[in-house]
């Protein structure tokens, strides 16, 4: 039912799309992954729903909540990242 409402979403997104329809997308996108069984389709949609919210965050007129989410997701994607570096030289190490 998730998935079906966002491909109607999908359809409907444009350049000019209203700020809510995009932040409607996005999130519902990042919801979607989050209950996705299958990681590769997870991380596809959540990247999916990030994109969406950094369209909308450029905007002039995007609000400050939209701005600050992006902001943290990609702290965290930076954190996850060091991460996984981290592992790899403890990996190498051993």
């Given at each position: ?8 979403l ?16 996005g ?58 570096t ?9």
């Amino acid at each position: 039912m998730l998935q079906s409402s966002i491909e109607e979403l999908e359809s409907c997104k444009k350049q000019d799309s209203p700020n809510d329809l995009l932040d409607i997308l996005g999130q519902s996108c990042i919801l979607l992954s989050t209950l996705e069984d299958d990681e590769d389709l997870a991380l596809e949609v959540y990247e999916r729903g990030i994109e969406v919210l950094k369209v909308l965050a450029k905007r002039e007129d995007a609000s400050d909540r939209i701005k600050r989410q992006i902001e943290m997701l990609q702290e965290d994607n930076e954190d996850d990242e060091d991460d996984e570096t981290s592992n790899k030289n403890d990996q190498t190490k051993q």
